[in-house]
């Protein structure tokens, strides 16, 4: 239970050794992901190995500073949600979007109203800053939309 007495939270990372770079660049505005040398591929969400060609030395797949931008694949608006934060949240949009690097990404969709959303639309990443010193990277429509 949350020290406010509230509840477990489950919308805030749990950092650990090889996840900090990721969220410490996050409150830095960078989206990071994860690049194989050996393939040459990139993969969300971060993980030690590479899940195309299994290779996992560090000096092979290493971290990389993304483009930020996107396109939306899918999407779906939230009306209700029981855990903590996120009722006080609804409607949000819950999505999956295909980074400019090749990658999916479950993400949410911001400062977009439900009838402006589109698959295929331009998405850029921004940072919402969750209120416990994670900011958590989310995408609104690229400027120019």
Known sequence: MAA?????RFDVPEPDAFTRAYWDAAAEG???????AACGRAH???REFC?????DAPDVVRWRVASGRAVLYTWSVV???DLPPFGHRTPYVAAVVDLAEGPRMMTE???????GLRTGMDLQ???RQDGAGYAIPVFRPAEGM
Do not use: K
């Open 4 to 8: 406010d007495g509230a509840g477990a």
């Open 30 to 36: 960078r989206l990071l992901l994860r690049q194989c």
């Open 44 to 46: 969300h969400y971060p």
């Open 51 to 55: 899940p195309y060609c299994w290779s």
């Open 79 to 81: 009306h209700r949600n």
């Open 109 to 115: 969709v911001v400062d977009c109203a439900e009838a």
């Open 125 to 127: 990443v921004a940072f």
